[in-house]
Nanobody, 114 residues
Framework: QVQLVESGGGSVQPGESLTLSCATS????????MGWYRQAPGKQRELVAK??????MNAASVKGRFTISRDNAKNTVYLQMSSLKPEDTAVYYC?????????WGKGTLVTVSS
């Protein structure tokens, strides 16, 4: 059974930092493309960052502030978020994708507010 479990969300003030983690099981983690998506209230889910075989990409809205990384030994992907803004408030979802296989976590809420 495939499981993706996000953790690390919470409430922070603008300018602060958070690191999200996504622990996976049931997949050969190292061969999957891993991504972080987010969905703000009333908006569509959007890609935040993705990491493939050694390459990363970030959405323009988070470039220079968010960093995605992975630890294949721990089957875990991370999202380091700094200089957080109120518009970063959303539920953040972990995604594992390979060809036609696509798995999602249940999400973790990040709230940025003063």
């Amino acid at each position: 059974q495939v499981q993706l479990v996000e953790s690390g969300g919470g409430s922070v003030q603008p300018g602060e930092s958070l690191t999200l983690s996504c622990a996976t099981s049931g997949i050969i983690f190292s061969i999957y493309n891993m991504g972080w998506y987010r969905q703000a209230p009333g908006k569509q889910r959007e890609l935040v960052a993705k990491i493939t075989d050694g390459r990363t990409m970030n959405a323009a809205s988070v470039k220079g502030r968010f960093t995605i990384s992975r630890d294949n030994a721990k089957n875990t992907v991370y999202l380091q978020m700094s200089s957080l803004k109120p518009e970063d408030t959303a539920v953040y979802y972990c995604n594992a994708e390979r060809f036609d296989m696509n798995f999602w976590g249940k999400g973790t809420l990040v709230t940025v507010s003063s």
